[in-house]
């Protein structure tokens, strides 16, 4: 079984591991052979720490952990990866910056103590761009991490090795962050299926700016049924993020099954043309929204929220999060942070006061047209990127069509858009390219929406029957 364990769903191994016909011991050994058999072509999980997942799995079965509470999320041993940007005690964590190319933590983030409270088994860290930094994974420490439906292109970014290590079969579950899609675009870019969380959902940190909404923690899994269950895992209240909130008391994992009677959704492919879409990606989208109304959804087109001023506020609110963050960086350490990293730091240390205060306000007009409209809808949709993958050594897309990026975060505006209403949004696989390339489709709920969302989600995924295309062997 040991062989051929990675194939099946997360929920199905927690079964068997609970069950105890599957040993932790097992299923790390599965894990570390498909690691081993796979990643030397996708580059996904640059850290292991295989003595010491053994370590944890062998007390696991020495004297099996009882859940807590009422033992939602409990993954009874199973391992997982955790992004390179989350502290992990004890274990390489590089942010996929060369400054911290050597660094070991000693103490473990909110996000890690989670998992392994859960049930969890760290094996090891994925890929990430230098501190998050971009929609392609790549970096000074490790190199680039590629996409495993076709080796030459990007896995997308920033939670890059998550999503390939989850298509390619080299994880059951993973973490990923998102700022500007850096959950979504990896997800849509892989076939898999990942969530930006409302702010709070999932607590994280300790971080230097613990009152800010843009950067979230998030599941990501081969199947929208397989995140619910990490969501339960991973969501509820942690004193030390000050915006984190309970847990719900329906687990995600029953909601995921409650599909709303009745259900009305808007779909825009452009989010009222405020970005380029390929026409394969926006024909793809479309294509899985008419299949929801099949569905009995009213599916009502070319209705979003108004997203004007939508890039304009996102560039500089984001650049003030850099300057924040990472500002202190730039003057002892400039010539080893990778050039995009040094423009967002300057960019945000070059802020007015006007210009920031115009930016808050745009989100805060954008946030409560958000909520307007979701008084007349139950989800939005869109496309979760406005391209397919392209060529892995392409830093960003610079230019679609006709029209050109001026920022190595412009084209990634349909998802950053999203990110300024503090709403919750899933990228679902919807269907492929003309090449074989997967699409995923964004779906929005109202803050706080998750259980619905994922109700669809899974509703939709069940429709499309794309769940079990993955994992898939890496392919030139």
Known sequence: MTEEVWRLDARTVVGLLAR?????LDAVEAALGRIGAVDGRVNAVPTLDAERARARARRFMMEPPQ???????????????????????GLRTTYGSPIYGEHVPKDSAIE???????????????????????????????????????LDLTAGGSSGGAAAALASGMAWLCDGSDVAGSLRTPAAFCGVVGLRPSPGRVPQGPSPLPFSPLAVEGPMARNVRDLALLLDAMAGFDPLDPLSFDAPAEPFEAAVERVPPTLKVAFSADLGGITPVDGEVAGACERAAARLAEMGAEVVEDRCPDFAGAGEAFLALRAAHYAATKGPLLEGHRARLKPEVVWNIERGLALTPDELGAAERARGRIVADACRF??????????ATIAPPFAVERRWLEALGEHRFDTYVDWLLIASAITLTGCPALSLPCGFTRDGLPVGL??????????RLLAVAAALEDALGLAGRVPVEPAA
């Open 442 to 451: 964004q779906m929005v709920a109202p803050p706080r929406g998750e259980a």
């Open 374 to 383: 979701f008084r007349d809808f139950d989800l939005l949709l869109c496309p």
């Open 112 to 150: 890690a103590l989670r998992l392994e409270r859960q049930g969890a088994i760290i094996l090891g860290k994925t890929n990430t761009p230098e501190f998050g930094a971009g929609g392609n994974t790549f970096n000074e420490v490790f190199g680039p991490t590629r996409n495993p439906w076709r």
């Open 20 to 24: 105890r016909e599957l040993s932790p």
């Open 67 to 89: 859940p807590h509470g009422d033992g939602r999320g409990w993954l009874a041993g199973l391992p997982v990866l955790v992004k390179d940007l989350v502290d992990v005690a």
